[in-house]
């Protein structure tokens, strides 16, 4: 029997899937939320992620939504992103949009051969669902060339799996490096800036805007409309495989590697470290996950202080970042702080 023929007995599928990790989409499944598990009054000038990690949410409208990440899902998923309406927005200005992005660096990228003879296909997965029919958009925009294709999709009030193909684009090779170079982005609202053409959905092309997003829906048309999109998976080849599930553990480590938080613990002394000089006290953390690179450092809260300032929170490098305050005193044994509450903590942030 050939391998084929016994592939099919099985119930498996051949597939042209290279050998390894085959989604290039990290938390597709929505797992893991280390910003918060909400975010409210979305809308205005948005372009951060907000909830849950990898996925970026870029908005300016005058309408407002609600994002979470919500225990809903179809078989085999338990959580989803869900986009709740707040404030509908029915004038729809020139310059506005919804856009939710998956961001890639390049070198993560280099298998699809993008700018070369052997450009692969691609093929984009996703389970999505919302309270009407609506047309929204999926595209693909390479950064580095500044070229795009989208998409159309139809969702329905019941989980409906979609999957589509991207034909290759044998112009314009991605960049062998740590910055962003593909986005994948569902479009959800726009203007006539970025809905005002026709829709380029054959092939790969410069990107122009009114082109982008031309024939989509707007998801701010009623305060009644609700969006849940789940199981992303983005592969090489014109076939879409079962959905690649990986275990919480290595969700959160690919995730970290783009943002992170230091807890120190509530109520608890949190200032072991050296004294840098006659009135500083440094501590020096090794991430236990390097990052894509140097992160942006935050303090979030008030912490409480003895004889001494609040922390102040910087970077070294991808693997070493640093707290450090000043004492009131100027010994090295009497300034200490902790946090009050759960809410307090240090956060890197390492995003595309």
Not at 27 to 32: K, P, S, T
Not at 97 to 123: M, N, P, R, V, W
Not at 278 to 306: D, I, K, Y
Not at 307 to 334: D, E
Request: proline residues 2%; glycine residues 8%.
């Amino acid at each position: 029997m050939s391998k084929a023929a016994e592939l099919a007995k099985s119930g498996d599928t051949l597939t042209n899937q290279p050998s390894g990790r085959k989604n290039l989409v990290t938390n597709g499944a929505m797992q893991v939320a280390q910003r918060a598990t909400s975010a409210t009054g979305l809308g205005a000038n948005d372009s951060t992620a907000k909830t849950l990690d990898r996925w970026k949410f870029y908005s300016s409208s005058a309408g407002r939504l609600t994002m979470t990440q919500t225990a809903d899902g179809p078989s085999g998923f338990a959580n989803c992103m869900k986009l709740d309406c707040t404030t509908a927005d029915t004038s729809i200005a020139a310059g506005e949009y919804i856009i939710l992005q998956h961001c890639s660096e390049g070198q993560d990228l280099q298998q699809i051969k993008k700018g070369t003879s052997d450009a692969e296909l691609i093929t984009v997965s996703f389970y999505v669902k919302a309270n009407a029919v609506f047309n929204f958009g999926v595209e693909l925009f390479d950064n580095d060339n500044t070229r795009q294709i989208t998409k159309l999709f139809a969702t329905t009030t019941s989980w409906v799996k979609h999957s589509i193909t991207f034909p290759a684009d044998t112009t314009g090779a991605f960049d062998d490096d740590n910055a962003l170079s593909l986005g994948l982005n569902f479009w959800l609202h726009a203007g006539s800036t970025f809905a005002g053409g026709t829709l380029n959905s054959s092939s790969w092309a410069s990107s122009t805007n009114a082109n982008r997003a031309a024939g989509i829906g707007s998801f701010y048309s009623s305060t009644d409309n609700e969006f849940f999109l789940t199981g992303v998976q983005m592969e090489i080849g014109s076939q879409a495989t079962p959905f690649e599930h990986r275990s919480f553990g290595e969700e959160l480590a690919l995730c970290q590697r783009y943002y992170q938080t230091i807890n120190p613990h509530v109520n608890a002394i949190y200032a072991s470290g050296y004294q840098a000089n006659s009135e500083r006290v440094s501590q020096v953390h090794r991430l236990g996950v390097e990052m894509r690179a140097a992160p942006s450092c935050t303090v979030n809260g008030t912490f409480t202080v003895s004889n001494a300032s609040q922390p102040v929170f910087t970077s070294f490098n991808k693997n070493v970042v640093c707290t450090h305050f000043l004492q009131n005193s100027g010994s090295a044994a009497s300034g200490y702080y902790h946090a009050n509450d759960t809410g307090d903590f240090f956060s890197m942030d390492a995003e595309l």
